[in-house]
């Protein structure tokens, strides 16, 4: 996929469910939907044990709303962030996706909260 071509909109449509997955499952504190469109290389490093660890840490809450702010187009990836908010931060914190096309399937390879 030619991911440089999609227009805004159309990135959107992808990244929106991605994401509302990934949150959901981190949510439900679900290993197995919170990474079910992971790439394999990211399935290796969010292991259960490791998502376990920043589950018991977290102090800031569930994820509550967020509201887009960007995307960066690249012929190969996209990348879609967003301004979050947790349920127990009165703080802003940036939300960073980017998805990849492997064996003809749209894949997070990278996410990240800051």
Known sequence: MDFDKLTDEEILNIANPLMDNLMEGS??????KHTRDFTDRL????TEENLLKQ????????FSKRE?????????????LWK??????HEEFL???C?????GKLL?????IR
């Not at 589950?55 to 569930?62: C, D, F, H, L, R």
């Not at 702010?69 to 996209?78: M, N």
């Not at 998805?99 to 064996?103: D, R, S």
């Open 27 to 32: 949510s439900e504190r679900s290993h197995q």
């Open 43 to 46: 399935k290796a490093i969010v």
């Open 55 to 62: 589950w018991k840490e977290n102090k800031i809450g569930e």
């Open 68 to 80: 887009f702010l960007s995307i960066i187009h690249k012929s190969d990836s996209i990348f879609v």
């Open 84 to 89: 979050q908010w947790f349920t127990n931060s």
């Open 95 to 97: 939300a960073e996706i």
């Open 99 to 103: 998805i990849v096309e492997q064996a």
């Open 108 to 112: 997070v390879d990278h996410v990240w």
